[in-house]
C-alpha cells in the first residue's frame, strides 16, 4: 500500500535539502526509507559494537559504505 506523506521543503542548498514531517507521518516515512528493516537495524547494532570497541573511521557521507 503506498501512503502519500506530506513534507514540506524548509531550506534548500546546491548539496542540501532540508525538510520537515508531521509527528503523525513520521512513522510512515521511517517505513518508506526502510529504516525498519531487519538488515538495516543489524548494521545499527554492528556499527555500535564498533564504535564502542574503538574501530571507527570518520565519514563524509553515508555513500561511502555502499
Avoid: Q, W
Amino acid at each position: 500500500m503506498n501512503i502519500a506523506l506530506k513534507t514540506r521543503i524548509v531550506k534548500k542548498k546546491p548539496n542540501l535539502i532540508s525538510f520537515e514531517i508531521e509527528r503523525e507521518n513520521f512513522e510512515a516515512f521511517c517505513n518508506a526509507a526502510g529504516l525498519f528493516r531487519t538488515s538495516f537495524i543489524n548494521y545499527l547494532k554492528m556499527s555500535e559494537k564498533d564504535y564502542k570497541a574503538g574501530r571507527i573511521k570518520e565519514r563524509k557521507s553515508l555513500y561511502e559504505l555502499i
